[in-house]
């Protein structure tokens, strides 16, 4: 009886070392709030520019107002690629109530530019750094103009274009805070 009693306390504390290891885990997901003013004339992302592992989970959380989060991508309604070929675009939908989340593992390296659809125009967008930059995301923003297939490709709009994070700025200190406005 005694060793089976003893045999029951290791079981508890292996599974006690296991939720551990689960927090652990937890705490590498990367969170960035969706932000808004009270009238809904100031919105944006925060942090608006985060560098994150191969194979980490970034979670968007909105704080105030409607928004989404959707990948530069041709097949989020024409928008031009800026994110690692190869890499599967997102999208989350309308995200309504505060507290309303959405995840997104990004695997392949590189740069990843994103956007809010009712805010794009506004300059509300993120850009995320997946271990080493490159790919579209890293280059200009016209840099498909004359290629062959992305005529009907939607460009970044001028505000938008302005309110992204250097990739250096990324590199260099892991998280980027717009510097404008309110936070
Ligand atoms: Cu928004």
Redesign the pocket.
Known sequence: MLTRRRFFAAGGLALAGLAVARLARGARVAEIH?KSDMEGSD?WFDPIGVWVEPGQTVRWIVDA?V?TTTAYHPKNDGHSLRIPEGATPWDSGFLVNPGDRYDVTLTVPGVYDYF?Q??EAAG?VGRIVVGKPGGPGAMAFDYFRGRPGTENWKAVPPAAQKAFPSVDAIMRRRIVRRTRGAS
Do not use: D, F, L, Q
């Open positions: 969706m919105v107002n928004h809010c009712p805010h509300m």
